[in-house]
């Protein structure tokens, strides 16, 4: 091998893409273009793709002739070993300056099309810059920690991790671990700027596995905390979750388990696979000896449980991060189907969620719906729940415009036959008072839920129909005029002497003395200046009188009601009369109109 000839100040693309050619033609010989070639890979002015493209074909056969091999000298070489030794260590080092370069084109790259080419290139050598059916998980997390700590890495960089890579279980393994490190590493570290290493001698987990440390070379970053958060939640929020198959039906990039060399990492049918394999070789005329030179290799990717677990401490290391209010509504609203279904342990969630809580309003309902999975499906306790719930209900959650997803899950949590009678009898209350000071939009949703609410609990019935203590003629019409006079008035029923027993300042449904109370709020309503609100009092009334021939409303009929809905209902509504004012001549209103409006109503004011 000659001189490294020197860079050429003046090079053309159309030379660089013939340099690429040659090298890929004659690797040996013109093995001098491969610096020249690297030199331009960040280049700006150059066509970059046939360069990434030349110099993957060319370290791939690298891989294959295993010259990329670490050797180490040894005395008593020969020249010709000699200059093998020297020949691999000048390969390391042009790989490991290809690798920069193209890791670099991915963080910084000016278009898509060059970073899509940088990783299709670096993908292509973690599965051979080892061994062959061993994946280079240090090289792969550079790969993610330059998509995840970047905040110009194109949208379809992303979409080929998820769509093309994914799918292989070796790929889908690490790359959750390396979500998993990086996000403990921005929660115990939030001021870091460069995430690819730790200090010395910080315990920031155990993440090694079989193929060795991942890298901790440093990566630079342009992400802030809050672009670190959505690149990962954009990860994980499209990531498949994780299955249950075997190490026959797997996939992997780096090739192990189509060959069938590799077995899941505890897994104790391990003996008996090699078993199974050694005789189908002996049945294929393959020597038992020579098959049995190559033991199977414990892989934890290829482990079902272990692959769970990592999508587990990903989403857990995720939550741990100070999230933008955006993604932290997202992550709530994924939680019940995404996330709680595919954890190991989702109890871990519990702490989360409760904190959650503390946010109210829309945020507040979605993690009360999480912690209600918790509660009914994982045997989490939690006796404070409906309190929780109960004072979420304030009066601002009518007008904000996540109310749909709000009381769609609130009808979800009311309908549970784990309401006691006098909790309902609350949220009822609750409910009826609201409406009194909610639009007419609000209004129908809270008249909505007192009618499922008492149709739910018989027992709360007796709110819209109590009779007086001692019956009507216990009612004083006289008025007091002593204090004994009051007195005895109070211990007849304050209810019927204009006073209610109901604690509308309670936190707890329990003490609010709801079911002694009334719903002398839908009488209220019955006056409303919106038809649709009197109306809908009416018909609880009568739905509450014949049970068996009604049934529960549905809370989404009324949930898209607005302003601009009722005043389209209206103005598109036919009617059948049109009031006006009419008057015979001689009943003309003159002394009215005689002044006012005598040019419009020509004759009207003679």
């Known amino acids: ?46 066509q970059v793709l046939p360069i990434i493209q030349s110099l993957k074909v060319y370290f791939v056969e690298c891989f294959e002739r295993e010259e990329l091999q670490a050797v180490a000298p040894t005395p008593g070489q020969s020249a010709q070993q000699s200059a093998h030794v020297v020949y691999s260590a000048w390969l390391h080092r042009q790989f490991s300056s290809c690798v920069a370069a193209l890791l670099n084109n991915i963080s910084f790259g000016t278009d898509a099309r060059t970073q899509v080419s ?11 810059s080892k061994q062959a059916g061993v994946f280079d998980n240090q090289l ?45 590493r921005r929660a115990a570290y939030p001021g870091l700027k460069s995430k690819g290493s730790a200090a010395a001698g910080d315990d ?74 050694r005789k189908e070789a002996e049945s294929n005329g393959i020597s038992a000896i020579t098959n049995s030179t190559k033991p199977l290799m414990n892989a934890k990717w290829a482990s079902a449980k ?27 609203s ?11 342990t989702p109890l871990l969630l519990s702490d989360f969620l409760t904190h959650s809580l503390d946010r109210g309003g829309l945020d507040g309902m979605l993690a009360l719906n999480g ?14 729940f409906y309190e929780r719930l109960y004072g979420l209900f304030t009066a601002d959650i009518f007008l904000s415009r996540h109310r749909l997803r709000f009381f769609q899950l609130a009808d979800i949590f009311l309908a549970s036959p784990m309401v006691p009678a006098y909790t309902a009898a609350a949220f009822a209350k609750r409910f009826g008072r609201q409406a009194l000071f909610a639009p007419p939009a609000g209004a129908l949703i809270a008249i909505v839920f007192i009618h499922n609410l008492l149709r739910r609990h018989p027992a709360c019935v ?126 003309m209103p003159k002394k009215v109109m005689d002044g006012l409006f005598s040019d419009d109503f020509q004759g009207w004011c003679d």
Not at 324 to 330: A, E, Q, S
Not at 334 to 344: A, C, E, F, Q, S
Request: aromatic share 8%.
């Open 204 to 277: 920031i987990g155990d993440v090694s596995d079989e193929e060795g440390e991942e890298g901790n070379e440093d990566i630079s970053t342009t992400a802030t905390a809050d672009d670190f958060a959505r690149n990962v939640y954009d990860i994980l929020s499209r990531i498949s979750p994780p299955s249950d198959e075997s190490t026959e039906e797997l996939q992997s990039w780096c090739g192990a388990a189509e060959v069938g060399t590799v077995a899941a990492a505890g897994d104790a049918s391990g003996p008996r696979q090699r078993k199974k394999q």
């Open 371 to 384: 912690i209600f999975i918790l509660v009914t499906q994982h045997g989490l306790e939690y006796p404070r």
């Open 140 to 184: 792969f997390f550079k790969i993610a920690s330059c998509i995840l700590l970047n905040n110009k890495v194109a949208s379809e960089v992303v979409g080929a991790i998820l769509e093309k890579y994914t799918e292989h279980a070796d790929v889908y393994y690490y790359l959750l671990r390396a979500i998993s490190k990086l996000c403990s």
């Open 462 to 587: 007796q709110l819209v129909h109590r009779a007086p203590p001692g019956g009507l003629a216990a009612v004083s019409t006289k008025i007091p005029k002593t204090v004994e006079e009051i007195a005895k008035i109070k211990e007849k029923g304050p209810v019927w002497q204009g006073e209610d027993v109901f604690n509308a300042s309670e936190a707890d449904p329990a003490k609010t003395r709801a079911l002694e109370s009334s719903l002398w709020e839908l009488t209220a309503l019955k006056n409303h200046a919106d038809p649709s609100v009197s109306s809908y009092c009416s018909i609880l009334e009568k739905d509450l009188s014949d049970r068996k021939r009604t049934a529960e409303i549905d809370v989404g009929d009324v949930l898209i009601a607005s302003y601009t809905s009722m005043f389209t209902r209206e103005v598109e509504r036919r009617l059948k009369s049109v009031p006006a004012a009419f008057y015979a001549v001689e009943e």
């Open 334 to 344: 994924r939680l019940h189907d995404l996330v709680i279904p595919n954890l190991t």
């Open 1 to 46: 091998m000659g001189p490294i000839p020197k860079k050429r100040k003046v090079v053309s693309s159309t030379e660089l893409a013939q340099l690429g050619e040659e090298l890929i033609e004659k690797p040996r010989e013109k093995a001098n273009s491969v610096p020249i070639l690297i030199s331009f890979l960040n280049s700006k002015d150059h």
């Open 306 to 332: 272990l692959r769970r677990k990592a999508y587990s401490e990903a989403w857990m290391a995720f939550l741990c991060l100070s999230l933008p209010n955006d993604i932290y509504r997202k992550s709530l």
């Open 118 to 128: 940088s990783l299709s290139a670096l993908m292509e050598f973690t599965r051979g």
